[in-house]
């Protein structure tokens, strides 16, 4: 069974619907984390959490909001989808492991969820 | 965050080496350098990573040099699987890393 899982694989939904994306983990990480992805650029991240009570804005929040309702889950919420929503979007999930000089941050990530937005 | 420069795109052929650089010049005291792979419609997948000098794995080297400003990832002996795009993050900590664009490798028989 895959370490981090994320629900649907594909949605397609329609402008101004509300839409939620759930990530699970079995890996026992506190950090998780979520990104999106459109076609030919890299990953941005939308927000970030450093376990149940630590949540944090990533580079682009605005029309997004997560909830983190145990160490294993944090969902996504598009409250009012729009097109520009349309995206790959990623889970991913880390366990800092601190040495004498620094604390390196190993990301793991889910399979992606495919957002397309009417 | 710490910002990263790397190459748009490379092409090379099956059984060479490939050698990406990515330059981080503002890269702090505490932060680990990392490479991560994705291939289409995956999530990335952790390559390599290092401090500082030379770390060696079954997949890939990272060379640092001394004053951690740049580093190069070494793929010796490519092949058509290794055809991806290949990330360089600088960061770790409470830092959230950025990934950027990335750079595209295309590998030709």
């Known amino acids: 069974d895959a370490d981090v899982t994320q629900t649907p694989r594909n949605r397609i939904t329609k402008t101004g619907k509300r839409i939620m994306l759930e990530c699970s983990q079995t890996k026992g990480h506190d950090r998780m984390y979520w990104y999106r992805q459109d076609p030919g650029l890299g990953l941005r991240l939308i927000y970030y959490?450093?376990?149940?009570?630590?949540?944090n804005k990533g580079e682009i929040s605005d029309g997004y909001s997560v909830s983190r309702q145990a160490q294993a889950k944090f969902s996504l919420s598009l409250e009012s989808a729009i097109p520009n929503q349309t995206a790959l979007y990623f889970c991913?999930?880390?366990?800092?492991?601190?040495?004498?000089?620094?604390?390196?941050?190993?990301?793991?990530f889910g399979p992606g969820t495919r957002l397309t937005v009417l | 965050l710490a910002k990263t420069t790397q190459p748009i795109s490379m092409d090379s052929y099956e059984g060479q080496e490939v050698n990406i650089t990515c330059s981080h010049n503002?890269?702090?005291?505490?932060?680990?350098i990392t490479w991560y792979q994705q291939f289409p419609s995956q999530g990335p997948r952790f390559i390599i990573q290092g401090y500082k000098t030379k770390v060696t794995n079954e997949v890939a080297s990272l060379f640092i040099p001394a004053d951690r400003k740049s580093s190069t990832l070494s793929l010796p002996r490519v092949s058509l699987s290794d055809t991806a795009v290949y990330y360089c993050l600088v960061g770790g900590g409470r830092r959230a890393l950025t990934f950027g664009s990335g750079t595209r490798l295309q590998v030709q028989p």
């Open positions: 959490s450093f376990d149940v009570k630590d949540i």
């Open positions: 503002n890269i702090a005291t505490n932060d680990y």
């Open positions: 991913a999930t880390s366990d800092p492991i601190r040495d004498r000089v620094a604390e390196n941050n190993e990301q793991f």
